[in-house]
């Protein structure tokens, strides 16, 4: 689907959105607008990551999105993401991507609706264009965010501490798709073209900034995340060690006692002790006065605790 969009803040320029083009026809946009036929294979690789080319005062972008239609299971940067290309030449800019995406509407409408104003309108349509592809992020961290403080509340009530560690393996992965997509946005921000003077500067730098802020954003949530895998991990063995402790007391018990009624358990003619009356007794006494030892030893060095 191809839609014409006049800009109405600059009559005769234009921006021509593309949904889903055939090879054959974003080729012939390409050649009309003087770039090369190389760029026309990176726009419609569904995988590419955020980059710029500029050659002969045309300028090639790619921007992705954050794709509000993924589950809740996606971390792959593809899985999370959607891919916009953009053919900036003078006088057009040409958006192409493979569905409509909420925000590219929005940005499609408010430019419509704008008034005329003087100024450079191709950078401020393009940095406009990428601050809304970067701005998608802003929901998805925070709700990363709160589900890492979901996790780390649940971290010690559960009585099984790895119950959460498959969720909180694949939210970081996630986070950590985010954190490229944004670190490869900002450079792409970086090397935008005419950056701009004036009030339009400030747009820029403002686009810079917001960029900048998400991607440390990103990177905190990813070490919080690295933080609480390590944390469940070294609780889950914490309390294995726990558990090898309280059974290692137990077999430390009942060593010296199987001694005991292991020797007094063999069949043997003239074995020691047979005969008398009072044996058994006093075998038990004995096993009783050992565990009564090895309970004392290890509650003064406080193993019993």
């Known amino acids: 689907m191809r839609r014409e969009l006049p800009v109405a803040r600059e009559p005769g320029y234009h921006w021509v959105d593309l949904v889903d083009p055939a090879e054959a026809e ?40 954050f794709d509000d239609g993924c589950s809740d299971e996606a971390v792959t940067v593809q899985e999370v993401s959607r891919k916009v290309a953009i053919f900036l030449a003078p006088g057009t800019m040409v958006s192409v991507h493979r569905r409509d995406q909420a925000y590219l509407i929005a940005l499609e409408e408010r430019w419509a609706a ?52 498959e969720e909180l393996h694949f939210l970081k992965r996630r986070i950590s798709s985010f954190k490229r997509l944004l670190w490869h946005s900002l ?20 686009l810079h900034e917001t960029a900048e ?16 895998l390590s944390l469940q991990l070294s609780l889950a063995s914490h309390r294995t060690s726990d558990v090898m402790r309280v059974l290692t007391i137990f077999s ?22 047979l005969e008398w009356r009072w044996g058994y007794a006093m075998i038990w006494g004995v096993m009783l006065v050992v565990t009564a030892l090895i309970y004392s030893w290890f509650k003064r060095r406080g193993w019993m605790r």
């Open 26 to 65: 974003l080729a012939a946009v390409a050649r009309d607008l003087g770039f090369h036929p190389a760029v026309v294979q990176d726009s419609l690789d569904p995988e590419h990551l955020p980059k710029i080319e500029r050659f002969d005062g045309r300028t090639f972008v790619i921007v992705r999105a």
């Open 114 to 165: 704008a008034p005329a104003s003087p100024g450079r309108c191709q950078p401020d349509l393009l940095v406009d264009l990428v601050g809304a592809a970067v701005e998608t992020f802003g929901r998805p961290l925070e709700r990363a965010e709160d589900r890492l403080d979901a996790l780390e509340e649940r971290l010690f009530s559960r009585p099984e501490p790895t119950a959460d560690l």
């Open 187 to 206: 450079a792409v921000i970086q090397r935008l073209p005419d950056q701009p003077v004036g009030r339009n500067a400030a747009l820029f730098q403002d």
């Open 213 to 228: 802020s998400y991607y440390f954003y990103a990177d905190e949530l990813l070490e919080s995340a690295n933080n609480l």
């Open 252 to 273: 430390v018990f009942f060593l010296p006692l199987t001694f005991l009624v292991g020797v007094y358990g063999m069949n043997f003619r003239h074995l020691p002790e």
